[in-house]
């Protein structure tokens, strides 16, 4: 069966049983229909988070053979409650954008699926609709006050930084003229659109703890610049109340369920290549505070989503991993060995061993960390014994715990020994994360550090732009602040072709975004781009809906 024939026939508890399992009376919860509900913040207890295991689950270099790092995550948040650990699954809220791309649904797969899988993949409770909504509304602001004659703030339309964004793939609107029209249709200027998952607003939205701190952080968007040179934030033009009151409902985590009727919170939607990649810090705090494990993701690989984990997320929140579980496949791996891809279902040996050097370079990324890891393979129909084995050989050799896990197969039941393993790395693991770079470090040193360390590259190379960026970093005064750079998910280089462990390469930043009120600067590197296209065959074509509602097409 397909994914979508599976959820169908799951057999889902109305949200309310969900919620007992964790505590929560119905009259607590804040219902959207039968089998989804928002929780309030008051649950979070920080005397209870840290007293439970948070586990971090990332992946190899992604690969058009796919690695299942969410149908993993879902399934071990399953074997870990089939074996007695009281445990949700926190998780990212699906884009539209990858939805009808090159991906289709974002909801796990098979036997590891969250439900309602449709509801989920599509506007779930509104709650990127609320951020693209927040965040066209600064921009209309904007172009308002630039209009305005008699309460301008003197912007200088030239510098506005502020772009809109939409929950779409839409290359079109990479670069824009807003304004034409005549005196009345205001100024006209150059700007353009991010995909919603890209907006600082998701970022803000994904790393503040309260209501007080969302506002502060809407208050310190970098704007652009006056006429006279002077930095405008969102607080200037008195934006941010209004821009909170749109994500009122959008900042409460929402409670769904898995397959097997796991307890799955999901919240907040960034892309780990552009953008931080990870659920909202409000979330993940919630999971910890109602059960004893959570298990959560990162998105793309453990260079992109699981690096700014540790060194935004976690330095911003205090959390801090108790396990870290790297997925890995027999496929991907292979296809970065040099296998077609349309032959990566055939045993090759030989093109697993040289593809197994991105699963190596990951590993000594993760000890980097001061974390407690274990990979885990993804199992698939087609995969040998002596390849799954031989994955088996080389992380026994780095000295990593390894396991075979049949997530899209047999859900919980097929983690059970990795949520064994998983159970005890996280109780026994004494070891706090430790950070790659100090927020204190100069914007270029963070940069190299990253290049260097996590990707492998030779050095770091600036475009004019991007020198002229770093000077307005330094004058703003945020060059002591995080750093989230965008580049490509499909190679440790900035280069999407470099497959496997690529070496002596230069990683090139183009230009150097700001996102004062979420923490952090995003150098851009290579050819990435926050707006991402439709590919020649999207996902879109083969979806379609019958005259009773029911979904086709929506893997």
Not at 404 to 429: H, R, S, Y
Not at 447 to 463: F, H
Not at 496 to 515: N, W
Request: aromatic content about 6%; some cysteine; overall charge neutral.
């Amino acid at each position: 069966m397909t994914d979508i024939e599976i959820a169908r026939k799951a057999k889902m508890k109305p949200i309310t049983e969900i919620a007992e399992q964790l505590g929560i009376n119905h009259d607590d919860l804040i219902p959207y229909g039968k089998y989804k509900a928002k929780l309030p913040l008051k649950f979070i207890d920080p005397n209870k988070i840290s007293q439970h295991k948070l586990i971090l689950v990332s992946a190899i270099s992604p690969t058009p053979a796919g690695e299942g790092k969410t149908t993993v995550s879902i399934g071990l948040s399953q074997g870990l409650n089939r074996i007695g650990k009281k445990t949700t699954v926190v998780l990212r809220e699906p884009s539209l954008g990858p939805v009808f791309g090159i991906k289709g649904g974002a909801t796990g797969g098979g036997y590891s699926q969250v439900l309602p899988m449709e509801d989920i993949n599509l506007h779930f409770t509104g709650d990127f609709s609320a951020v693209e909504k927040a965040h066209n509304l600064l921009a209309a602001i904007i172009d308002n006050n630039i209009q305005s004659k008699t309460r301008s703030l003197n912007i200088d339309p030239r510098t506005v930084y502020w772009k809109r964004v939409m929950d779409m793939n839409d290359r079109s609107l990479r670069n824009i003229i807003v304004g034409l029209g005549g005196t009345s249709s205001g100024i006209p200027r150059e700007t353009g659109f991010d995909i919603t998952a890209a907006s600082e607003i998701m970022a803000i939205l994904c790393l503040a703890e309260n209501m007080q701190d969302l506002k502060k952080r809407l208050g310190n968007i970098f704007v652009g610049f006056t006429f006279d040179k002077k930095p405008i934030y969102a607080r200037d033009l008195k934006a941010e109340g209004a821009m909170a009151t749109l994500l009122k409902d959008a900042m409460l985590p929402n409670l769904v369920q898995t397959l097997e009727n796991t307890p799955a919170i999901i919240h907040g939607g960034p892309f780990a290549n552009i953008a931080q990649g990870t659920n909202t810090v409000i979330a993940t705090k919630m999971g910890l505070s109602l059960s004893d494990f959570v298990v959560t993701e990162a998105g793309f690989g453990f260079d992109l989503g699981a690096e700014k984990f540790m060194d935004i997320k976690c330095e911003s929140s205090g959390l801090s991993p108790n396990a870290v579980v790297l997925v890995a496949t027999v496929r991907a791996l292979k296809y970065h060995g040099a296998v077609p891809l349309k032959e990566i279902s055939q045993p090759n040996l030989e093109g697993l061993k040289k593809g197994i050097a991105n699963l190596q370079k990951h590993i000594e990324n993760m000890k980097m960390f001061n974390i407690c890891p274990i990979v885990a393979i993804n199992k698939f129909a087609t995969d040998t014994q002596e390849e799954l084995d031989y994955v088996k050989q080389v992380c026994n050799e780095m000295d990593i715990p390894v396991a075979v896990a049949d997530v899209w197969g047999k859900g919980g039941e097929g983690t059970i020994e990795l949520a064994e393993k998983v159970a005890k790395i996280a109780t026994q693991c004494t070891s706090r994360h430790k950070a790659l770079y100090q927020w204190e470090w100069t914007p270029e040193v963070k940069i190299e550090t990253i290049a260097k360390k996590i990707y492998g590259a030779e050095a770091v190379d600036y475009t004019p732009q991007a020198k002229d960026d770093l000077k307005k970093i330094y004058s703003l005064g945020l060059d002591k602040v995080a750093v989230c750079i965008a580049k490509t998910q499909k190679s440790l280089s900035d280069n999407p072709d470099l497959l496997g462990r690529p070496k002596d390469f230069v990683v090139t930043v183009r230009q150097i975004e700001v996102a004062a009120g979420a923490g952090f600067i995003i150098p851009i590197t290579g050819q990435i781009m926050r707006m991402p296209g439709l590919p020649a065959e999207p996902a879109s074509e083969k979806m379609d809906v019958d005259n009773e509602g029911n979904i086709t097409g929506l893997f």
